[in-house]
C-alpha cells in the first residue's frame, strides 16, 4: 500500500459526459500528479499540483481540469468524454522535494462507452 | 525533449534464468532515474532512485546501474513472482517534478 488514495476505482460512462477523480495524498506529500496510461501508450504525464497551486503542465486537453484543495487532496475532471479518453488515470504524490521518488496510487479505470 | 527507450519490450525467462533490462534516456541535466515495477490494473510500486552515474543500488534479486546514458536493471534468479512490468523513468531539469517514463519491459518468469 503506498498510502495514496484513488477513487472511485472503476467508472463507466458515456461519450459527452463528464465526470470527477480524486485522489487523497500520502500523509505529509505536498505534490500530486495526474497521469494518463492507455494501452498504446505510457504513463503520461498530465498536471502536477504543489500545496494548491498549479506548478507542472503535460499534454493534458482542454476538456480536463484538476486542482488541489486546501487539505491538499486533488480531484481530476474530465469532460466531452471521448471513446478515446478510456485509460487507467494514476495519481502519485511525493513530499515536493527535488529529486524525491513518486508514490503512485492504485488508478482509476475509466472506460467511455 | 526528455526522451526515455526501454527494451527489450517483452522478455521470457525460466526461473533462476538471470538477465538485464535496459533503459536509454536522453535528458539535459538528469535530476534522477527512477525505475517501477507495474503489475497488470495496478499502480507503479517504485523500486529504485539512481542519481549519477556509476551509481548501484540493489534490492532482493533485482540490481540498477547507471551511466550517462543509460540503466540497467539486472535481474538475478528471478522467481516466478517477479513476473510484471518495469518501468523506467527520468526526472530532467525542467518541470517540478515531471517523470517522463519509458513503455516499460514485460517480464514473464515461467516456473
Known amino acids: 500500500d503506498s498510502g495514496v488514495t484513488q477513487t472511485p476505482k472503476h467508472l463507466i460512462t458515456a461519450t459527452g459526459q463528464r465526470v470527477t477523480l480524486r485522489c487523497s495524498p500520502r500523509?505529509?506529500?505536498?505534490?500530486v500528479y495526474w497521469y494518463q496510461q492507455s494501452l498504446d501508450q505510457g504513463l503520461q504525464f498530465l498536471i502536477q499540483?504543489?500545496?494548491?497551486?498549479?506548478?507542472a503542465k503535460g499534454n493534458i486537453l482542454e476538456r480536463f481540469s484538476a486542482q488541489q484543495f486546501p487539505d491538499l487532496h486533488s480531484e481530476l475532471n474530465l469532460s466531452s468524454l471521448e471513446l478515446g479518453d478510456s485509460a487507467l488515470y494514476f495519481c502519485?504524490?511525493?513530499?515536493?522535494?527535488?529529486?524525491?521518488?513518486?508514490?503512485f496510487g492504485q488508478g482509476t479505470r475509466l472506460t467511455v462507452v | 525533449e526528455d526522451q526515455v527507450t526501454q527494451s527489450p519490450e517483452a522478455l521470457r525467462l525460466q526461473e533462476g534464468e538471470s538477465s538485464s533490462l535496459n533503459c536509454s534516456y536522453t535528458?539535459?541535466?538528469?535530476?534522477?532515474l527512477f525505475w517501477y515495477r507495474q503489475d497488470p490494473g495496478k499502480g507503479p510500486e517504485f523500486l529504485f532512485t539512481l542519481y549519477s552515474a556509476g551509481e548501484e543500488k540493489e534490492k532482493e534479486r533485482l540490481k540498477a546501474t547507471l551511466t550517462k546514458k543509460e540503466s540497467f536493471l539486472h535481474i538475478t534468479a528471478p522467481k516466478p513472482e517477479d513476473s510484471a512490468t518495469y518501468l523506467c523513468a527520468v526526472l530532467g531539469p525542467t518541470g517540478f517534478q515531471k517523470l517522463v517514463f519509458g513503455t516499460g519491459t514485460r517480464l514473464l518468469v515461467s516456473p
Open positions: 502519485a504524490s511525493s513530499p515536493g522535494g527535488v529529486n524525491t521518488e513518486a508514490f
Open positions: 499540483y504543489y500545496n494548491g497551486e498549479e506548478r
Open positions: 500523509s505529509g506529500d505536498l505534490s
Open positions: 535528458v539535459s541535466g538528469l535530476r534522477g
